[in-house]
């Protein structure tokens, strides 16, 4: 897959998600998300190896944010089971598990350093985008935005890792 259309294709994603929340329209965000995830998978030569990565991302992703929630660092609104994140943040950590081999593939031919300073950086910057627009509510406080900081920090090299290391296995082993 094209690395421009793969990083649009996450932003327009994101967009939705974020965008949907308040005006109610999850379930088409979600329908679109879904579109643009087999869209992906259709356009790629290692499916399993994507299918893979994006469900150990996923994971990683639903129990760092429903702890963030947890915690009260960040409440997030829209439709949720019970104490876990709600499903468009669900959908976005599948968006973003689908950038690790595509158009943040570089990151994986780079010291885990310069991915940790993107997560520092950018993470909590998407969070504080996402409640500006009315997905969550965020206090901005120095100790919560230091504890995204932190999430992310440990998050965005580990799924960079992950995706180096699922992306060279080589095919037929478990």
């Not at 299918?51 to 609104?77: E, N, T």
Request: charged fraction near 10%; aromatic fraction near 12%; glycine fraction near 8%.
């Amino acid at each position: 897959m094209n690395r421009l259309i793969n990083a649009l294709g996450f932003q327009v994603g994101w967009w939705a998600c974020v965008a949907s929340v308040g005006l109610g329209l999850e379930i088409p965000a979600l329908l679109f998300c879904t579109a643009l995830v087999c869209a992906h998978l259709t356009l790629s030569d290692k499916r399993t190896t994507e299918i893979r990565l994006v469900a150990i991302v996923w994971l990683l992703g639903v129990v760092m944010d429903s702890l963030l929630q947890y915690f009260s660092v960040i409440h997030f609104y829209g439709w949720a089971f019970g104490p876990l994140s709600p499903f468009w943040l669900w959908m976005l950590w599948v968006l973003f598990g689908m950038t690790l081999n595509t158009s943040l593939d570089f990151l994986q031919h780079k010291s885990l350093a310069l991915a940790a300073v993107a997560g520092l950086i950018l993470g909590p910057l998407t969070y504080l985008a996402g409640a500006k627009l009315g997905a969550a509510a965020f206090d901005g406080t120095l100790t919560h935005t230091t504890m995204l900081a932190l999430s992310w920090l440990l998050v965005m090299p580990a799924t960079v890792y992950l995706a180096k290391l699922i992306s060279n296995r080589p095919q037929g082993l478990p």
